[in-house]
């Protein structure tokens, strides 16, 4: 019996119960994991039951107990269970689990009285037995003839079951007289107490179990094996079918904690249009796409979530493994192939701001698999594909989709909460299958262009504009690859730039460090077009200047800035957690929005000036807009420069007089007084002594001299890569014997390998993290300023190591672990790449 077999609606409630953040598990035994038997002796388990429960406990947060009313010893030495299994006997006055009923002198008296009584009562009736536990007595009749049967309860009730201090419960063929107050629904309550247990689920046969489904509320689910009255909300009909839910809670739960085999992080490659992006896994799996927009909720979640949070699979029937993926030159344009078959996936450009196109052409000769399964809102909205003659609709979402498709047919199943279709098609030479997903409309009509022109239309957007930059020397392709990365990280409707592509991909494997990083932060914005003006291209500073003024439009002034907002210029939302998904290789929480959006972040008006100055100087001129930002800027700096604030590692710790924040405080009045000199503007008096002032202020009380090297704040003696900008920035010459010591420390602590880690102090969050690539370019960068080249060279050549096969870099590297960690592709990441070749050909 497979999962399938069992009821659409049961299925669909495991599926939700398995996602709960702490289970309990827990069944009573006879008729539920053995099957009812004619000689209770001889009552064994399935082992299919067995097996599953053994799993179930040893997952994590997760707890299995079996609740039933035989005697403990009895219980273990029938069942045979594992120790990781809890066994609650007698109806849960015993316990495996270190607390028992204990009994006090009356209740072992009445004990011995009942013993007597129940013994006179039934002595010599055939097929009566008493069974004899520590705190109750069970009379079972199941083996005698009807009439003495009828005649033992009967004599039973009406005698010692009216006994004061006498606690009844009656099953099948059994009535247990307990001399302390207990039931399976009070045993229950106690076992979910001591796990902690946010939802429970209970299977059982027996009309004592229904004490139990009794107490099951809210998110917890009761399933009733067999016939009878319940109160339970579902029904399976005997064991065996309990051993196939058990195998399904176990595999649905196993998926959620821990997810499905996730590809490495930077194997993935990123698909791009103006204002969209997607991931695909090396195997032509669509694994993440978010409508409308790049910030908005998933409609294909797999990465987060594994095949049940949504995906888009195409590969051949057989023979599954591809022999590669490219980028086609200078396009965000990839291939996927095999042994004759090749996968084409771009997304659409010139389309409407509420549309998302993603067209997948299948080519070659080899029969083809395809699996489409949305499921939007991250999963949360239960789909209805509906097939049509050109393709499927997707129904029941806020958002329309279609999925053109014209040729293939389609096989429809569901899950009971949503439907996934699959087909089998073969592509020829002369005719590939052409697959349109379009996001935001229900047009499934013929495009007025064909596949062929729109793929030409997609390529030269990228390639038209990667023709103009102005490249380094050093690692020339993959500078490309990573301009074209940032450029398809920006909104160009908005001007808003993502920080990086995806929410929640892990810090550490299994950790809590989980971020969302698809929103535009004014600081990450600012380095990311900073990076593109130095290879030529303006346009995307321009958009995010016009982005930056209009939130800025919305405020009172600089100091109001919040850190980060949505690639619209709005406010993002109160972070959250979708508790449905169970991360990427079960790193949980995913979270969606940022509480560093509520942070003070002093440090981020430096970035902002320094593009200014950047583009000012390429474009020969300042524009009145951008000069007024700047002044306002400076002047809130004047105000507030001498604040601790929450930095740029944005640490959920109290805030501190961090080295970094006060260093780019002084190069936005440093920038601002450069700029009103070259292109003379007024600016007020007080600057130039301002700062004068912020550069003593870092001199004094950001060196440490017990630690010799300019430390993260000026209260401890903790290291800080971002402290070397200390010297990056031009406050301290390079030369100073301060700023080499400082390299020499920071190498010295937060190197490791090929990475730069940001820093190794206790920032009030559980578990570690990889390093950054970031922090490495900053690295390789201070190398070069020291006189280091050699060491910069080979810092940088790990760093390009450390890309994908595609030329894509997260935000981290692992160098124990020798993997990827955080979200992908990075902006942070692949500006500090950029840069870092520039330096090393002499075009910086």
């Not at 307990?178 to 939802?199: E, F």
């Not at 979530?305 to 057989?318: E, L, T, Y």
């Not at 909460?417 to 073969?426: I, M």
Request: some cysteine; proline content about 5%.
């Amino acid at each position: 019996m497979t999962a399938e077999s069992l009821p659409a609606e049961l299925r669909r409630a495991i599926m939700h119960i398995a996602r709960t953040p702490r289970l309990l598990v827990a069944c009573d035994y006879d008729g539920t994991l053995s099957p009812i038997v004619e000689n209770p002796d001889t009552a064994r388990p399935l082992p299919e039951s067995v097996g599953a429960l053994r799993s179930l406990a040893g997952l994590h947060e997760t707890t299995t107990s079996v609740i039933s009313g035989r005697a403990l010893r009895d219980l273990a030495t029938l069942s045979r269970l594992p120790a990781e299994v809890h066994l609650v006997g007698s109806h849960g006055s015993e316990f495996d689990i270190g607390f028992v009923h204990e009994l006090d002198a009356a209740a072992h008296e009445l004990h011995r009285k009942l013993e007597v009584e129940l013994d006179r009562l039934v002595g010599g009736i055939p097929g009566v037995s008493l069974e004899i536990k520590p705190a109750s007595i069970a009379v079972h009749v199941r083996r005698a003839s009807e009439e003495d049967a009828a005649q033992v309860l009967r004599s039973v009730h009406e005698g010692p079951c009216q006994w004061h201090g006498v606690t009844v419960t009656d099953g099948k063929a059994v009535v247990e007289l307990a001399v302390v107050s207990t039931d399976k629904g009070r045993a229950l309550d106690i076992v979910r107490h001591q796990a902690g247990a946010t939802a429970a689920l209970f299977l059982g046969d027996d009309v004592t179990d229904e004490k139990a489904f009794a107490r099951l509320s809210g998110p917890d689910l009761g399933i009733k094996v067999g016939e009878g009255e319940s109160i339970a909300q579902y029904r399976v009909p005997d064991t065996d079918t309990v051993a196939t839910v058990l195998a399904f809670v176990l595999e649905e739960r196993r998926n959620w904690l821990y997810g499905e085999q996730a590809p490495p992080i930077e194997r993935l490659s990123m698909l791009a249009n103006e204002r969209s992006v997607a991931l695909l896994t090396p195997d032509a799996r669509l694994t993440w796409l978010c409508h409308p927009g790049a910030d908005a909720p998933a409609v294909f979640a797999d990465l987060l979530g594994g095949s049940g949070a949504g995906h888009f699979s195409i590969g051949p029937r057989h023979n599954g493994l591809p022999l590669g993926q490219r980028y086609l030159p200078n396009t965000m344009t990839v291939e996927t192939r095999w042994s004759r078959l090749l996968v084409t996936d771009y997304l659409e450009q010139e389309l409407a701001s509420h549309r998302t196109d993603l067209v997948r052409v299948i080519s070659g000769e080899a029969e083809t698999s395809i699996v489409f399964a949305p499921r939007p809102e991250f999963g949360g909205v239960p789909v209805r594909l509906l097939q049509e003659d050109d393709g499927l609709r997707v129904l029941g979402t806020s958002e329309p989709f279609v999925l053109r498709a014209p040729g293939v047919t389609w096989e429809i199943t569901s899950d009971g909460l949503h439907d996934t279709a699959t087909a089998v098609a073969q592509p020829t030479p002369e005719r590939p299958i052409v697959l349109e997903l379009r996001c935001g409309t229900t047009d499934m009509g013929r495009h007025e262009l064909t596949e062929v022109d729109r793929r030409e239309r997609a390529g030269a957007y990228w390639s038209d504009w990667a023709m103009t930059l102005k490249l380094p020397s050093v690692e020339t392709e993959l500078v490309r690859r990573s301009a074209l990365t940032l450029r398809g990280l920006v909104d160009t409707d908005t001007g808003g730039v993502l920080a990086a592509a995806t929410t929640s991909l892990p810090e550490e494997i299994g950790g809590v460090r989980n971020w969302d990083y698809r929103y535009c932060w004014i600081r990450d914005a600012a380095m990311t077009v900073r990076e593109l003006v130095a290879l030529g291209s303006t346009a995307e500073a321009e958009g995010y200047l016009r982005w930056l003024h209009g939130v800025l439009a919305t405020l009172a002034g600089p100091e109001r800035l919040h850190p980060l907002y949505t690639l619209a210029g709005t406010q993002i939302g109160a972070e959250a957690v979708i508790d449905s998904l169970p991360g990427y290789s079960g790193s949980r929480p995913v979270r969606v929005g940022n509480l560093a959006n509520h942070q003070v972040q002093l440090d981020v008006f430096g970035p902002v000036v320094q593009l200014v100055v950047d583009l000012a100087e390429l474009r020969g001129g300042l524009r009145d807009e951008d000069w007024q930002m700047v002044r306002a800027m400076a002047e809130a700096v004047d105000r507030r420069w001498f604040e601790p604030d929450h930095g740029i590692w944005e640490e959920r710790h109290v805030p501190r007089h961090r080295v970094y924040s006060r260093v780019m405080c002084w190069l936005t009045i440093d920038r601002a007084v450069a700029l009103a000199q070259r292109y003379d503007r007024e600016m007020p008096a007080n600057w130039p002594a301002l700062r004068d002032a912020i550069a003593a202020d870092v001199l004094e009380h950001g060196w440490n001299p017990e630690v010799r090297a300019f430390t993260t704040a000026y209260d401890g003696t903790d290291l800080d890569a971002a402290s070397l900008f200390v010297g990056l920035s031009g406050l301290l010459d390079p030369s100073d014997e301060r700023f080499q010591l400082t390299v020499t420390a920071i190498e010295g602590e937060l190197r490791s390998g090929s990475t730069v880690y940001r820093y190794r102090r206790d920032d009030g969050l559980p578990g570690n993290e990889g390093g950054f690539h970031l922090c490495a370019a900053w690295m390789i960068e201070a190398y070069l300023l020291t006189g280091r080249r050699t060491e910069a060279e080979e810092l940088f050549e790990q760093m390009v190591d450390a890309a994908g096969p595609t030329g894509l870099l997260p935000e981290q590297y692992d160098p124990i672990a020798e993997r990827s960690l955080g979200n992908h592709p990075q902006a942070y990441s692949h500006l500090g790449l950029i840069r870092c070749a520039s330096l090393l050909a002499g075009t910086a």
